[in-house]
């Protein structure tokens, strides 16, 4: 293999029937880079989808341990990804070094967080049924890969949620095969991480297959109608994920698309906190709205609160705060654009009042505090409820509790919902907590929504348009279930079971027998 051939990755081969038409671009600079990569075509987009489709059922077949062996690798070839590396991605996005370093450091782990999850076994889901009496049947249930999935890579997150990241380790982990769509903010970048994920498979000897990547902006539907597909992982802008998800319910078999797409986060605060640390609060705030140029999906983007004299002391400091901010780099200057123009949105709604505004330039973007009414809020405007990718939030306050609660209801659905709040006003707010629990998969009390933990009880998801199927999680070890599906067999003799549901195996496996839990 080539470093810098830009062609598919497609079976563990290079191919590219054209010229390279793709540039890659500095994120500081708005200007382009060396590396040119091809776009895919058509043809080379149903050759990607084949071939994972081809080597399914063959890696679905490999034992446990093997799979679990072939992650733990890839966390390890990502880990090897050198100073070179770091120093690519952030000519591509503009993240600094610590950041990159850190992302690198998620990615490996969720990596291994799967492997130690597929070894513990529990993820099968098995069930064993027997009944008394003659000719009774016995059913036996487990969990299995639905197939082939297409992963689209996401601007935010180089690593954690693009190439190598959660919706691609947890499609692995589920025993299914993966076509990724690099991202074209990051192309570089998605193409060390594929080579990575290669040297991987060829070390755990999985077959050809396995992983397969493809360029360029025009094949993204085109994977996802491929009959060989059976699943879409999607992290990106609310227009997006509705578009792959009309194109995945029109296709003869509709498949799910699990897609994360818009979550303004919302945060209530409680005065009592504002009292003596307003200026804390406000600064602590600041950092996690402006965190990563504002660029996390978790951002916190909406600050409600009762109306008082300590409420207006928390807004001054932290317009304050806001008003001292440095230009930011965004990813590309395709995200700088959308960013500026719905700050132009904002500046023409009467209704939303620019508070305070850190200093930009043209190359880079600046933080804004606005402030709006409850009504435009009640009246679900989309300007006030859908995502700002940027650093930007809203200040909303209401005259009393029950407003407060008003507000929140009218909310669409939110990745995260937060509290501030001392321990006495906390205990008496279980309305607000029973609103904020049908709106958001993640409730924090005292602390920050940035910052997502890869653990088994972590949650990133939630209702509409915060994802479009909130039973599940793209963070977390439960982020596989969304590529598995249950499978019955009734009264099969041992000979044709699959291993781990025979007599013998099921001592190493947690199971349900006859409705009782079991080891």
Known sequence: MTANNGKQFIAGQRVGSGSPALNSINARTG?????????ATMAEADSAANAAASVFRSYQKQPLERRAAFLESIADEIDSLDDDFVNIVMEETGLPEARIKGERARTSNQMRMFAEYIRARGFLGIRVDTFEGQGKPVLRQYNVGVGPIAVFGASNFPLAFSTAGGDTAAALAAGCTVVVKAHSGHMKTSELTAEAIERARIKSDMPAGVF???????????????????????????????????IANARPEPIPVFAEMSSINPMVVLNGLLTNQASK?????????????????????LILGV?????????????????????????????????????QEFDAFSSLELLAQGQDDSLSAGACLYRTDIQSLIANNTLVQEE???????????????????????????????????????????????????KA??????????????????VHGGPWPATSDSRGTSVGSLAINRFMRPVCFQNYPQSLLPDVLKDEQLSKSPHLLNGKYTN
């Not at 200007?31 to 776009?39: A, D, E, G, N, T």
């Not at 008082?308 to 654009?337: G, R, Y």
């Not at 005259?399 to 205990?427: H, R, V, Y």
């Not at 998969?441 to 972590?458: C, F, Q």
């Open 307 to 343: 109306q008082t004299d300590a409420f207006e002391n928390f807004v001054t400091e932290l317009k304050h705060k806001v008003s001292a901010l440095s230009p930011m780099v965004m990813l590309n200057p395709s995200t700088l654009k959308s960013y500026d123009h719905r700050r």
């Open 281 to 301: 609060v406000a600064g602590d705030l600041v950092a996690s709205f402006t965190m990563g140029t504002g660029q996390f999906c978790t951002k916190p983007g």
């Open 388 to 438: 700002i990718f940027g650093p930007a939030a809203i200040i909303v306050s209401v005259e009393t509790k029950e407003q407060l609660l008003e507000a929140l209801d009218t909310l669409g659905g939110q990745l995260t919902a937060t509290i501030f709040g001392e321990e006495e006003e906390l205990a008496s707010a279980a309305d607000l907590v029973a609103t904020l629990e049908e």
């Open 441 to 458: 998969g993640r409730l924090i009390v005292n602390n920050y929504p940035t910052g997502v933990e890869v653990s088994h009880a972590m």
């Open 31 to 39: 200007q382009p880079l060396s590396y040119l990569f091809c776009q």
């Open 212 to 246: 397969n990547m493809i360029f360029g902006s025009r094949v993204g539907a085109d994977l996802v109608r491929h009959p060989k597909i059976k699943a879409v992982g999607f992290t990106g802008s609310l227009g997006g994920g509705k578009a792959l998800i009309e």
